[in-house]
């Protein structure tokens, strides 16, 4: 498959935007290579601008559950643009996605509309911050939050160590706030509890992790985080990714997970940028204007993104069968790639969660964040470019998850397990 044009547009972008990209991991540092430059998308399918096709697993990165362009998302959007673009001001659009977001989450009474997921979880976090009077925060290892500066941090060695950043720009004071333990280590968390709970403003957690690859929570992990309440500490389930995609209600439905604050987006601007931060109302009611918390945004509720998520949210609402389509799909996708693979002799581990997907190149189970980085990253880089090469495009990265949307069928699973058998 040849890509001159892409290759051509990548040059120039690299010339005025870092690394060519707005958002690292777009630049395939991961695997090598030029990323296809694309131009236009349909359903299952996206296009590049030297006219190659792919089959995409990467869905915007997940927001697209009902695959690119759908019809009725875009008449929608249409429609309210020709009223024009932002107000500033309070709009009917957003009360009635609040409703929606309501009706998917029973906990949650107020929800306040962002523009990211990294503002979503950054807000709930000063929320619970301002609400305990607790200065301290608890993160696992390998959950990704967005880029807020309190958020980048991982741990060094050891079962619990304070905050070190993962990012230049954030210093070793503010880090020092955030706890990192590892994701299914619930003695770990318990022993934290035991000795700080009383210090803890908030556990921010992804329900099912995408962002180390796909990780499932054991049983007793949820547990233990729930256990955290007695400490007075808030559980925020972190469901940009998992809300919508698991099921209507996310993770938080599908685990029964009971949350203080949950945060959302992806999937709930339907393409555009949205996201939101909600939970009960004695909590909420500590948000400006109502409360202390400070936070506000410019093009927050935007008439458009609302219109996106609405209109997404409106049809998996009326289309519950939709869950059990993904999750017969992916159990498809899932099966198929162990076939193919076990044939060839090559190692792996597919961990999955309805429509989320991550294939790993190690032996399984893959239960931590530790598991993960067991993954050949070198086998990963040949099965990417193998695959893409195919027509496939797969998450560039063995650290993420692979999105299926209903738009994808029987035929695009074949083509892809075809086209990795030939890969391989
Ligand atoms: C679980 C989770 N939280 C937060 C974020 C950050 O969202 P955004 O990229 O919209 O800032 C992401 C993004 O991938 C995510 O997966």
Not at 27 to 35: N, S
Not at 179 to 188: A, K, M, Q, T
Request: net charge negative; no cysteine; charged share 25%.
């Amino acid at each position: 498959m040849e890509r001159p044009i892409s290759e051509a547009y990548f040059q120039e972008a690299k010339r005025h935007i870092p690394g060519g990209v707005s958002s690292p991991v777009r630049a395939f540092k991961a695997v090598g290579g030029t990323p296809p430059f694309l131009v236009r998308g349909e359903g299952a399918y996206v296009f590049d601008a030297d006219g190659n096709r792919y089959v995409d697993y990467v869905m915007s990165w997940g927001p697209l559950i009902l695959g690119h362009a759908h019809p009725r998302v875009l008449a929608r959007v249409r429609e309210t643009l020709e009223k024009g673009l932002t107000f500033g001001a309070p709009s009917p659009l957003e009360v009635a996605l609040a409703k929606k977001v309501k009706r998917a989450y029973p906990g949650v009474d107020l929800v306040r509309f962002v523009n990211s997921g990294t503002e979503a979880t950054m807000s709930a976090l000063r929320l619970a911050r301002g609400y305990t009077n607790r200065p301290y925060i608890v993160k696992f290892r390998g959950n990704y939050h967005g880029h807020a500066d309190g958020l980048l941090v991982e741990a060094g060695s050891g079962a619990l160590t304070f905050g070190v950043p993962s990012s230049a720009g954030v210093p070793e004071e503010y880090a020092k706030l955030t706890l990192v333990l590892d994701y299914n280590d619930p003695e770990g968390l318990r022993e934290l509890l035991r000795s700080r709970g009383e210090e803890i403003a908030a556990i921010i957690f992804e329900p099912v992790v995408g962002n180390a690859g796909v990780l499932l929570p054991t049983e007793d992990f949820l547990k233990a985080l729930h256990e955290a309440k007695d400490y007075g500490v808030l559980l925020i389930a972190d469901e940009v990714m998992t809300g919508f995609r698991l099921a209507f209600g996310g993770a938080t439905e599908r685990l029964g997970l009971k949350p203080d604050l949950i945060t959302l987006g992806k999937i709930l601007g339907g393409g555009l940028p949205a996201a939101a931060y909600g939970g009960r109302r004695e909590v909420m009611e500590k948000v400006a204007p109502l409360g202390p918390v400070y936070q506000a945004g410019t093009l927050s509720g935007n008439p458009l993104a609302m219109a996106a998520g609405l209109a997404t949210l409106e049809i998996l609402e009326e289309n519950p069968g939709y869950y059990r389509y993904l999750e017969d799909l992916g159990a498809k996708l899932e099966a198929g790639l162990r076939e193919v693979l076990s044939q060839k002799g090559v190692p792996h581990a597919v961990n999955r969660m309805g429509s989320m997907l991550t294939l790993f190149f190690t032996e399984g189970p893959v239960v931590t964040f530790q598991d993960a980085k067991r993954t050949d990253t070198e086998l990963f880089k040949r099965f990417f470019h193998g695959l893409l090469d195919r027509g496939i495009y797969w998450p560039p990265s063995n650290f993420e998850a692979a999105f299926l949307s209903v738009a994808h069928t029987d035929l695009e699973v074949e083509k892809t397990l075809e086209a990795l058998d030939e890969a391989l």
